[in-house]
């Protein structure tokens, strides 16, 4: 009884709580410490290799559930480069010449575990100024010939009218037209007419007809990707350059992969695009929006990228006067800018001689274009047409190189209607004075660097301004 009433009171007396749980071997107490940091123990670290244009690389370590946005904002951190939300993250193939942008969203090492060990296969940190614009300019992505809407719906639809169709889950435009497609098993190439719907591509088996009994089933996207064919018909013996596939996501080799190719880049950039949107949807809207997440209602059309606190602090001031003034006219300022431009490019050209006095350098305007990010020197018209498609077949993508041609002449490569036109710039000498034109000597330019930064304010005579033009970074 002594001993019943000797614990009953010890029982009575109040627990103290303990104030350091985390050092207890209690149950509760591992659960506790597992809540506080749920994602440190879960999370491995491992090492990613990254490339750039000039086959510069570098290592990162990052998590394991890292995404390719992710890795686009760690390696712009890191290099100080400008983010205008193209930069991409691009898998190439190297052993079946494939390439294509992993969406942002997609997780890298998801992506990595699919490769084959044997084959040198890269990442490459690169930019993509197509990557959303069909979001912007659908009409360009999606020919009239090609497109095709439910029958309730009117014969004109709207800009935004095609997005939402693309995005709804109860309609979806029919994208249709003809393809080659490979043979399984076979080298040779059939020409098709295939039909892009919600449950996937079909081909007809008669001509034209949409009949359901003439149609077979070709592809289905939730556990493959699409990719686009990198080398032309050197590998697979294509019919066209415009090559695209799609390869499931546990492939044993180019046995599994379905190849396909279209007629010109318009018909390969429509296939591609819609069925980005089919397999990705509303997903891919959100990738578009997040820049723009969190900014007071603008609209993502209208919106330039955002600028550090200090850069949104800067004006254009004047000291041409007695008093300083602040030029509030854009317009204004912008003549300034230019006219500043030229005259720094001036006194750059000069030199001092052994009295201290300046010298014009005359050879200074030939080659003061190399060291700008825009020129490409001597490489060929076939590189340039590539190095512009992975930039993107936006109009205003473009690079100056040396012509092969003809030594003393340069090229302006120019992304426009998603095809690539190539403009000879011409050397003219007037008077003893060397002058650059790209219209028989109607408008003349002192160097290249006048030339280029002309042509991205005023058309001229392009079919447009010159707006992203094509770097080799280094990283």
């Known amino acids: 009884n002594r001993r019943k009433k000797k614990d009953d009171n010890i ?9 350091f749980p985390e050092l207890c071997c209690s149950p509760f107490a591992s659960v506790l410490s597992a809540s506080l940091l749920p994602k440190a123990t879960s999370r491995k670290i491992q090492v990613i290799k990254v490339y750039s244009e000039d086959d510069t690389s570098r290592a990162l370590e990052v998590p394991s559930d890292i995404t390719a946005r992710d890795v686009c904002q760690l390696l712009i951190l890191k290099n100080h480069y400008i983010d205008d939300h193209s930069w991409t993250l691009f898998e190439q193939l190297t052993h079946t010449g494939l390439g294509r942008p992993i969406e942002d969203h997609e997780l890298v090492m998801e992506v990595q575990s699919n490769w084959v060990i044997e084959e040198e296969n890269r990442l490459y940190f690169r930019k993509n100024y197509a ?32 997005l939402q169709m693309f995005l709804s ?13 490979k043979e399984q098993g076979k080298k040779s190439w059939k020409k098709l007419y295939f039909l892009l719907r919600r449950s996937g591509l ?93 900014r007071s209602g603008c609209s993502p059309l209208s919106i330039t990228p955002m600028r550090s606190i200090s ?5 254009a001031m004047d000291f041409s006067g007695h008093r300083s003034r602040i030029i509030e006219n854009p ?23 052994t009295h201290g006095s300046p010298v014009a350098m005359p ?45 003393k002449t340069f090229v302006l490569s120019l992304s426009h209607g998603l095809k690539i036109k190539h403009f000879q710039i011409v050397p003219l000498e007037d008077d003893g004075k060397l002058f650059y034109t790209l ?37």
């Open 363 to 407: 050879n200074m305007g030939m080659s003061i274009h190399r060291s700008q990010s825009w020129f490409h020197h001597k490489i060929s018209r076939e590189e340039a047409q590539r190095l512009i498609l992975q930039h993107g077949l936006v109009d205003g993508v473009f690079l100056v190189r040396d012509s092969q041609s003809n030594p």
């Open 131 to 162: 990557k959303y614009e069909f979001f912007k300019n659908p009409l360009n992505f999606f020919p009239d010939h090609m497109i095709s809407f439910p029958s309730e719906t009117n014969a004109a639809v709207s800009h935004s009218g095609i």
């Open 169 to 181: 889950s109860s309609t979806y435009p029919e994208i249709h037209g003809y393809l080659h497609a």
């Open 311 to 315: 850069e949104n602090s800067l004006v």
């Open 439 to 475: 219209d028989d000597g109607h408008t003349r330019f002192t160097d290249l660097i006048q030339l280029v930064e002309f042509y991205q304010l005023n058309k001229g005579v392009l079919p447009c301004k010159l707006k992203h033009y094509c770097a080799r970074i280094a990283l």
């Open 11 to 19: 029982l009575e007396i109040p627990s103290i709580p303990n104030p």
């Open 331 to 353: 317009t204004e300022a912008l003549s300034v800018a230019v006219e500043e431009g030229l005259a720094w490019r001036k006194r750059g050209c000069l030199r001092l001689n």
């Open 202 to 294: 079909y081909f007809s088996t008669k001509g034209t007809s949409k009949e359901p009994r003439h149609l077979q089933f070709f592809c289905e996207f939730s556990n493959s990707d699409m990719y686009m064919s990198l080398t032309g018909k050197k590998i697979s013996g294509a019919p066209t350059n415009y090559g695209f596939c799609f390869k499931p996501n546990k492939s044993g080799g180019t046995r599994d992969l379905k190849q396909l190719c279209a007629d010109d880049e318009q018909s390969r950039t429509c296939w591609m695009t819609a069925i980005r949107l089919l397999k990705y949807g509303m997903q891919l809207y959100q990738n578009y929006m997040q820049p723009y997440q969190g």
